[in-house]
């Protein structure tokens, strides 16, 4: 029975028969970063003037910068002039057959009972020519356009909404703002730009479109969403699916804008290839995400489950501009085999009655250490702050690590803040009162860690939070020893 | 049902158990009594399957198989329930979600269908009916914040959600004011049936008022001193345990 998967994989290798995979290779620069190539990235990209110099400014900047250590991840020097800053998005797919993927990969892949053409995508494999999810992500789009939502990719922004770009490119993360997002200012490959206008609740979940076109984010991706006045949106990125790619280095920043009244939910699962039980071969992720409150009475809200990459480095941030604005942060962030995680949240309270929540979940297993680091910064104007925080760390073995810093800077004495820490291990009690229920070992401490996580998920749109469950339990697959 | 023969246990190199020897059968309701430190929970540790004791001699047949060589989760699967005297707190996962994993896990076990939600939400109903259980207990997380009593309830509640073929109740009185002690002694004895046994391990005789037992053992130092039925508990309340040591072993 000749099946569609089958007809794509026939495709897609045909394709590559017939030299499309050299059309790609004339497409890519040389490695290196150096002013010329930023004009010829500009260039390829057919950009306007501002954006030219935009990148150029923020190059120049990043010279003067070093990188930084003061996170607590440890891996080896990054060489910046061995990497390729462009090529053309299929380039990254020099797998042409599922056979040739990781088979550990694709276990996963049908653990989690994602779709043979998803894999396919997921794994690199060159299929994105064949496969369906343009005409997917069309409908989407004209449904959107209905409403005047702009959701495009960056690049289609730079070029049909310029006026937009110009406003708000760089007004959350400013393009000399820290090392890796400074570099990101300089040559972002693409991203994804979504502007919801005045009133407008955006009808769906932005995520599918997303989804599906999750193998193909680059290396260094730049993501701009805003919300006007009374706007909501909720967008989600990445997938439970651990996805591969050749680049080692991951450098992607986001900004989120919302404006009176507006709302914006974010929510991120990120499951990026860990490295092998050595640690080999992992991403790592060095993300800026930062969100202005600039309106009075806005909201930002932050959901991330972080269980793939080698190194994960963010901070999704809030700056709480507008008066009664309101922060929020709800991470899990799962290290196993070598991983190694740094993540938590900044919220800066400067607008008056201003109010923040963090949440965050830290599990470590194997040889994984996992570090929450958070910043709540209420600045003088900001009357009648609030900010709650809860964070807790969970041990599963003992050759795994979990830190926790917590910074809080108070300039105004109306400022209310509560903070709950607490650190458990996964007791042999537990796992042996669920085993003596009838629970194997491994079901019972998914269970747990899933009991853990609980007031994250909820935050979760609610296809998501499934998912997110069922990526926790397979991760945590074979961590008991 | 189960053959307990001269078993002996170690913890961390301490022989506890000293030759233990036991047998019950269906229908019948056992009580190993005796004072603190006598090894009755390390009893009920190793036949649930409870990794820090150390089987030093001996042997437990459990329906014809050997008992010791079983995982702890297939020993549940099989029928063997243990009452906790300390309960574990389960955060963030509801009650109804671990019963009905539990029970998946055993009716897999015996090559049944998995039950529905809708199918278990009727069987947890009539049960709670004879714990007098609030529904609002059974939505809340796995004994957390539950106080000592509804903890000991919800450990018989989910006895009689599971029916097991062996119930061993390690102290589940203690801790119990009269009236918890009275509802939870009428839930097992709602569960009494020609194909269930029960072991029942207290200190004290007070909870046998209320939950006849069949046999009474006391154990002593890690052997069992003396067996008879219900009126040894009896005499044991009004005598205490110190006599016993005088006493030559029968």
């Known amino acids: 029975m000749p099946t569609e998967t089958q007809q794509i994989h026939e495709l897609a290798n045909q394709e590559y028969k017939y030299g499309f995979y050299t059309d790609v290779e004339a497409d890519a620069v040389p490695p290196g970063l150096n002013e010329e190539i930023i004009r010829l990235i500009s260039e390829k990209k057919g950009e306007p003037e501002f954006m030219l110099e935009w990148r150029l ?53 049908r653990k989690l009972g994602i779709p043979l053409e998803e894999q396919a995508l997921l794994a690199g494999v060159a299929v994105d020519a064949v496969f369906d999810s343009v005409s997917v992500a069309t409908t989407f789009k004209e449904k959107l356009a209905e409403l005047g939502i702009i959701f495009c990719s960056f690049s289609e922004a730079v070029r049909n909404h310029p006026e937009l770009v110009q406003k708000y490119l760089g007004s959350v993360v400013p393009h000399s703002d820290n090392f890796f997002a400074c570099l990101n200012a300089a040559v972002f490959s693409d991203g994804s ?125 809030c700056i709480l501009q507008g008066d009664n604005s309101v922060g929020e942060f709800y991470s899990v962030a799962l290290t196993k085999k070598r991983q190694q995680a740094d993540t938590g949240t900044k919220m800066i309270h400067i607008g008056k009655n201003t109010r923040s929540t963090i949440v965050s979940k830290g599990i470590s297993a194997g040889f994984g250490q996992n570090t929450y680091r958070g910043l709540v910064k209420i600045l003088g104007g900001a009357e009648n702050a609030r900010n709650y925080t809860q964070c807790d760390s969970m041990l599963i073995g003992d050759k795994c690590g979990a830190h926790t810093f917590p910074y809080i800077e108070i300039k105004n004495s109306t400022a209310q803040m509560e903070h709950e820490a607490s650190t458990s291990k996964i007791g042999e009690d537990q796992i042996f009162y669920c085993q003596q229920r009838g629970l194997s070992a491994e079901d019972a401490i998914s269970m747990i860690v899933n009991g853990f996580c609980k007031e994250v998920f909820k935050e979760l749109p609610m296809e998501f939070a499934v998912e997110a469950q069922k990526l926790l339990s397979v991760s945590l697959e074979g961590s008991v020893g | ?33 005796g004072p603190n430190g006598s090894g009755k929970s390390t009893l009920a540790g190793v036949l649930a399957g409870r990794q820090s004791y150390e089987v030093t001699d001996g042997e437990i047949i459990y329906e014809g198989k050997d008992l010791l060589e079983m995982a702890p989760e297939d020993r549940a699967r099989e029928g063997i ?28 076990h015996r090559g049944e269908e998995e039950v529905d939600a809708m199918d278990f939400l009727a069987l947890v109903r009539s049960k709670m009916k004879i714990l007098h259980m609030d529904e609002a207990l059974i939505n809340r997380a796995v004994n957390e914040g539950f106080s000592g009593g509804e903890k000991k309830r919800n450990e018989i509640f989910q006895l009689a959600v599971l029916e097991p073929s062996l119930a061993i109740l390690d102290e589940t009185d203690s801790g119990l004011d009269i009236d918890a002690l009275k509802t939870v002694a009428q839930g097992v004895n709602a569960l009494r049936s020609p194909d269930r046994a029960f072991l029942v391990i207290t200190h004290y005789q007070r909870l046998l008022n209320y939950i006849v037992p069949d046999f009474v053992h006391v154990l002593a130092e890690g052997r069992i001193v003396l067996s008879g039925d219900k009126s040894l508990a009896l005499e044991l309340e009004e005598k205490g345990y110190s006599w016993l040591e005088k006493e030559p072993v029968g």
């Not at chain 1, 003067?64 to 998005?89: C, G």
């Not at chain 1, 990026?272 to 060095?286: A, T």
Request: aromatic letters at 12%.
């Open chain 2, 1 to 33: 049902m189960l053959e307990i023969r001269n078993l002996h246990v170690s913890a961390n190199n301490k022989p506890i158990l000293k030759g233990i020897s036991l047998s019950l059968k269906r229908g019948e309701i056992h009580s190993i009594m």
């Open chain 1, 193 to 317: 730009f979504c502007y919801v206008p005045k009133g407008v609740r955006c009808p769906m979940e932005l995520s599918t479109y997303f989804r599906i076109n999750a193998a193909k984010t680059g290396q260094f991706e730049r993501t701009l969403l805003i919300a006007d006045e009374g706007a909501y949106v909720s967008y989600l990125e990445g997938c439970t699916a651990p996805m591969r790619d050749e680049n080692q280095l991951h450098a992607a920043v986001v900004e989120l804008v919302a404006l009176d009244n507006a709302q914006i939910k974010y929510s991120t699962i990120q499951n990026w290839y860990p490295g092998d039980d050595e640690g080999r071969g992992g991403i790592y992720n060095f993300v800026t995400k930062r969100g202005k409150c600039a309106g009075a009475n806005s909201k930002i809200s932050w959901t991330q489950v972080e269980t793939g990459s080698a190194i994960t480095w963010k901070y999704p941030s």
């Open chain 2, 81 to 108: 329930f243990l009452a906790f005297q300390y309960p574990v707190e389960i955060r963030g996962v509801s009650n109804m979600y671990f019963l009905r994993a539990a029970l998946n896990a055993i009716r897999k």
């Open chain 1, 57 to 109: 400014k923020a190059y120049r900047h990043w010279l003067t910068l070093e990188e930084p250590h003061w996170s607590n991840v440890f891996y080896p020097p990054i060489d910046y002039q061995s990497i390729i800053y462009y090529s053309a998005p299929s380039k990254q797919a020099k797998t042409t057959s599922l056979e040739d993927v990781d088979p550990e990969i694709l276990d996963t892949y």
